[in-house]
């Protein structure tokens, strides 16, 4: 088990870094979509029939460094649990904290139309309490912002199921250890 | 949060640390990354965990086309996860073959001949490079 100090230590040689980025997909994701089909308490065979792939793939993919993901396996996937799938490029001091903080057995992401409900109860609740217009992204602005922000070379690539984007501009490694880490 | 600990042998080598440093740097981030998420795991199971009796486990992931192995057993004092032995396995053979083997002695040798200590564990930062 390694700390967080520790992980920063290693993140400063660039071939930990490389595999840092394969571990996070490679070992990060299948936590992520067990817990993602047992919240739902599906079977794997049930997830099996929603993105039309056969059970021993979905075992595999369920299994740490099992299976080579494709954006096209991601998507299905997240397209049966009803859920966004954000693939961008991010700082590596957001993908240690995503690291850090992620744990299988609190990972929840509530498909579209739990969502649904909580973004209308949060409007409804913010209508009430503040006279201030809400603002509103769409998703044509988020996918701007986004490109706009993205177009470093030294920036790393996750990959993560969300139910609403946050965005944040990537920072190349060396930017971020002179400051941030 | 699980704390993970270390087989050391009797001559003061740590048996774990050793077997990481020989492993290719991305099999062992993936190594760093299933323990981090296994400390905070309540329960473990299949696919990442197998119970193999005997009062023994094994902590599992695949690198490459390479399945890994950490042979291990729970441990109460000082409390954590014992890692006694890493190694692969291929169509039921573990390589270095006796693995479990091994593993269990280690673990005999620590609970009834004081053979042998345990130390917390941390991946050391100064492997030499296997690439």
């Known amino acids: 088990m390694s700390t967080r100090a520790q992980k920063i230590a290693r993140l400063r040689n660039k071939e930990y870094r490389d595999a840092f980025v394969g571990s996070q997909i490679n070992v990060g994701l299948p936590f992520q979509i067990r817990a993602l089909r047992e919240q739902r308490q599906w079977k794997q065979s049930q997830l099996a029939e929603k993105t039309g792939m056969l059970q021993p793939r979905i075992s595999a993919i369920e299994a740490p460094g099992g299976a080579k993901f494709t954006i096209e396996t991601l998507r299905r996937l997240a397209s049966a649990f009803d859920v966004a799938l954000v693939v961008r490029f991010a700082p590596f001091s957001e993908l240690a904290d995503q690291s850090e903080g992620f744990n299988p057995d609190t990972f929840q992401v509530p498909s579209f139309e739990d969502d649904l409900r909580l973004i209308e109860k949060k ?53 971020v250890v002179g400051g941030r880490l | ?115 042998g200590s345990v130390r917390e564990h941390t991946s050391p930062e100064d492997c030499a490079p296997t690439q």
């Open chain 1, 123 to 175: 409007e409804s609740t913010s209508a009430t309490t503040t006279n201030v217009p809400m603002m509103s992204y769409t998703s044509r602005e988020t996918a701007q912002t986004q490109y706009r922000c993205g177009s470093s070379p030294a920036t790393n690539s996750r990959i993560l199921m969300f139910p609403v984007g946050q965005l944040v501009s990537p920072v190349s490694y060396e930017r």
């Open chain 2, 1 to 115: 949060m699980i704390r993970f600990l270390d087989f050391v042998s009797a001559a003061g080598n740590n048996q774990i640390t050793e077997w990481y440093c020989r492993q290719p740097v991305d099999c062992r981030v993936m190594f760093d990354d299933l323990l981090d998420i296994l400390a905070k795991k309540a329960e473990w199971g299949y696919p990442e965990f197998k119970n193999l009796g005997n009062g023994l486990g094994e902590i599992r992931w695949k690198f490459g086309k390479v399945q890994h192995r950490i042979v291990g057993c729970d441990w109460k004092s000082p409390p954590g996860y014992l890692l006694l032995m890493g190694c692969t396995h291929k169509q039921e053979i573990y390589s270095p073959p006796g693995a479990i083997d091994t593993a269990d002695k280690r673990r005999r040798g620590l609970l009834f001949e004081r053979k």
